[in-house]
Structures are given as structure tokens and as C-alpha cells.
């Protein structure tokens, strides 16, 4: 696994940890907006990082 993938898979896992917190606190109306920018960054970064992965010809594809 190249660094491109490790980084991709962190910031994966860091969405997927804030995600049931952060529908929470929308649900409840108690997330500052300052916060939502911080979650949609990540989300930002991560459609990023995934986006550059997609288009890495050499990423080492195998089947599960």
C-alpha cells in the first residue's frame, strides 16, 4: 500500500468516526456552523484524495 492509499484510508476513517456525531448534532440543532465547515473540509479533503486515487493508473487493483 502506496502513501497515497494510506492517506486516502485515514481520511476515511476520520469521516466515518465524525459521521454519527455530527447527523446528531444536526438532528438536535446544536452543531455551530463553525463546526459544520470543519466536517465538510474533511469531507472536501476526502473527495479529493479519493478523486487524485481513482486517477492513479498504477493503483494495484486486486479482486476481494
Do not use: C, F, W
Amino acid at each position: 500500500m502506496n502513501d497515497e492509499t494510506k492517506a486516502l484510508i485515514e481520511s476515511l476513517q476520520a469521516v466515518s468516526r465524525h459521521a454519527e456525531p455530527v447527523a446528531n448534532a444536526l438532528m438536535l440543532d446544536t452543531m455551530t456552523p463553525e463546526k459544520q465547515r470543519e466536517y465538510a473540509g474533511m469531507l472536501r479533503k476526502l473527495a479529493a484524495l479519493l478523486e487524485t486515487h481513482a486517477g492513479d493508473d498504477t493503483a494495484e487493483v486486486r479482486d476481494a
